[in-house]
């Protein structure tokens, strides 16, 4: 039996990747941080009580900040394979918290590589690195390829920028089994309240349900290559499978702007939509940030675009070039965007039934 150990077990693909690798007969050990509530909503359904017998499913408290910690549990675990999926995920935020993400996202990274190396597990433990088409940032070349000259735009890239090349650089020192799979944005209903495409299937959803009006977004013209985290977690095996290391896009070669993500959403409920506020403002509307600046008719719902979500620097479009992962990975996207849209729009508006209103105020991100 193979022994994998994921870093950001609880997060969107952590939950999707122990899914798949338990079904795949590993043995799965998860790191989590401490947190005041348990939240580990997204991996529950695999929870395997610790006091019964051939438990393959196991969680730690850790933390990217603290190699003590990190190197105990590699150590006590000796994984044949890593998946160093936990970061501190949002763009916009790292330009709030820019030094703490470099700390977990960055130097994080180089705790799990250098544990592995003084462990001397260097032969024994395949690394895979959650690398990001946010590297890509302002555009050099589209598509963008493994070759592609990369211009990070957010403290968020600039720490992954770190964490790609190290763990290149200790592939080459050390003869390491370390990858990058550079990934192009992808979504499930799994996906975090405050990432775009979540927060627009939320309000779809709250809407639906008459509890909702408005939609404050920031930039709608940004363009992004979206695909299903489902299908995104099975390059991530699949790249610790080859014979040699190597780095891989992963990417739906798909580009659509979030505008035509908000109209497909909207579309699944059918009901009337108007876009107001600053930057796409036909009607020569100003900035619009409270409800009060929308007085609605019935039937009617606003996108507002509120300045407040707009980023210092702006990743405008991405597409990604799969050609080198379906050659020699042999991997393809399944999911469609119409299918992952009906599919987290679908989720939402069940999760919405559950819950009470004021659970679902705007969120900041
Ligand atoms: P999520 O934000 O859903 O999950 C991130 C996970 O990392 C969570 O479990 C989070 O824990 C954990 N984490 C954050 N900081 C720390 C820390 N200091 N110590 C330990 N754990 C920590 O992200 P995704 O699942 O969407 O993405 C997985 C990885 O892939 C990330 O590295 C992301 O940057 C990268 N990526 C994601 C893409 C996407 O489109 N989803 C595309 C390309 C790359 P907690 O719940 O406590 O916050
Ligand atoms: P991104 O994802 O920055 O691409 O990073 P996000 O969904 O946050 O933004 C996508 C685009 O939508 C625009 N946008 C908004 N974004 C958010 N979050 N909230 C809004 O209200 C809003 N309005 C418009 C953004 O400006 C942007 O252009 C994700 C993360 O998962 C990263 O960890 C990962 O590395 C990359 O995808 C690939």
Redesign the pocket.
């Given at each position: 039996m193979k022994t994998a150990l994921i870093?950001?077990?609880?997060?969107?693909?952590?939950a999707y990747l122990s899914e798949l690798l338990l079904e795949k007969g590993y043995m799965v050990h998860g790191?989590?941080?401490r947190?005041s509530l348990i939240?580990t909503e997204r991996i529950d359904h695999l929870y395997q009580d610790p006091h019964e017998q051939g438990v393959r499913f196991r969680l730690h408290y850790?933390?990217?900040?603290d190699s003590t910690n990190l190197i105990r549990i590699i150590q006590e675990v000796q994984p044949d394979e890593i998946y160093?999926?936990?970061?501190?995920?949002?763009v916009k935020v790292s330009f709030d918290i820019p030094e703490y993400t470099a700390n977990?996202?960055g130097i994080?990274t180089l705790r799990i590589l250098e544990a592995v190396r003084l462990l001397g597990l260097e032969k024994k433990t395949r690394i895979y690195q959650?690398?990001?088409?946010?590297l890509y940032g302002l555009v050099q070349e589209v598509p963008q390829k493994e070759t592609t000259p990369f211009y990070p735009r957010s403290p968020?890239a600039v720490a992954?920028l770190y964490a790609y090349w190290i763990t290149v650089n200790y592939r080459e020192a050390y003869k390491m089994f370390a990858c990058n799979g550079i990934?192009?944005?992808?979504?499930s209903p799994l996906?975090?309240e405050t990432?775009v495409t979540r927060k627009i299937t939320r309000a779809v959803a709250a809407i639906a349900l008459g509890l909702q009006k408005t939609l404050f977004l920031g930039n709608l013209d940004a363009r992004r290559d979206w695909g299903h985290?489902r299908d995104y977690v099975k390059a991530m095996w699949l790249i610790l499978q080859q014979d040699e290391p190597e780095d891989f896009v992963i990417a739906t070669g798909i580009t659509t702007p979030v505008r035509e993500f908000v109209k497909m959403a909207f579309a699944e409920i059918g009901v009337q939509l108007e876009f107001r506020g600053s930057g796409v403002n036909e009607k020569g509307y100003v900035a619009a940030s409270t409800h009060a600046d929308f007085p609605l008719e019935t039937g009617t719902c606003v996108v507002a675009v509120d300045p407040a979500y707009f980023r210092p620097t702006e990743v405008d479009l991405l597409i990604g070039d799969p050609s080198k992962s379906k050659q020699k990975l042999g991997w393809e996207p399944e999911c469609t965007l119409d299918q992952l849209v009906k599919e987290m729009v679908t989720a939402d508006i069940e999760v919405f039934k559950q819950k009470n209103k004021t659970q679902f105020e705007h969120l900041i991100g």
């Open positions: 870093t950001g077990v609880n997060g969107q693909d952590g790191i989590k941080r947190a939240n850790g933390d990217m900040t160093n999926l936990a970061a501190m995920s949002h977990a996202d994080g959650a690398s990001t088409s946010e968020y992954k990934l192009f944005n992808h979504e996906r975090g990432f985290a």
